[in-house]
């Protein structure tokens, strides 16, 4: 105040809050990144789900000829999606958990103690419930084909 060129001091806390609240919205942005992940495991899955039911239509005709029904072959090709997508989540969230217990001793010693993180129920059913929607949604097509397949024509390689 007493210089003829005064300068602006804060806290080093009062720079990080206002730093923290620089107008950028983190949960929406948090949002948008999980969702553009969900959308590309969607696809991938699909991808990959799509080609492995393209490369056993003969075996799926075969199936079809043997008796099994239209809805029991295709949730075999739901089930097919499922497994990799669960075992995913599954192992997403393990290590998930181990990462976040590590998360305390990343702060330096002097700092106040943080919190653990803590995983709820609910999100662990939430990360479950959108494993089989991606499992779900990637094999709708790929089990549409097969529902329409015409044996005759698969076992014949037309």
Excluded: W
Aim: charged share 10%; net charge positive; aromatic share 8%.
């Amino acid at each position: 105040a007493n210089s003829g060129t005064p300068t602006s001091t804060m806290t080093q806390r009062d720079g990080a809050e206002s730093a923290a609240a620089a107008g950028i919205n983190i949960p929406f942005v948090t949002t948008v990144v999980a969702a553009a992940g969900l959308f590309m495991i969607l696809f991938l899955t699909g991808n990959g789900i799509a080609q492995s039911v393209r490369e056993r239509i003969p075996e799926f005709a075969m199936l079809k000829t043997l008796g099994f029904s239209d809805a029991g072959v295709m949730a075999l090709v739901f089930v097919e999606a499922a497994i990799p997508c669960l075992l995913g989540a599954a192992i997403g969230i393990a290590v998930s958990k181990l990462f976040a217990a590590q998360v305390p001793h990343l702060f330096p010693p002097n700092m106040p103690t943080v919190p653990a993180p803590y995983m709820s129920p609910a999100v662990l059913s939430l990360a479950f419930v959108f494993a089989v929607i991606v499992a779900f949604a990637s094999a709708v097509i790929p089990a549409s084909r097969i529902r329409r397949l015409d044996v005759a024509a698969a076992l014949t390689g037309r």
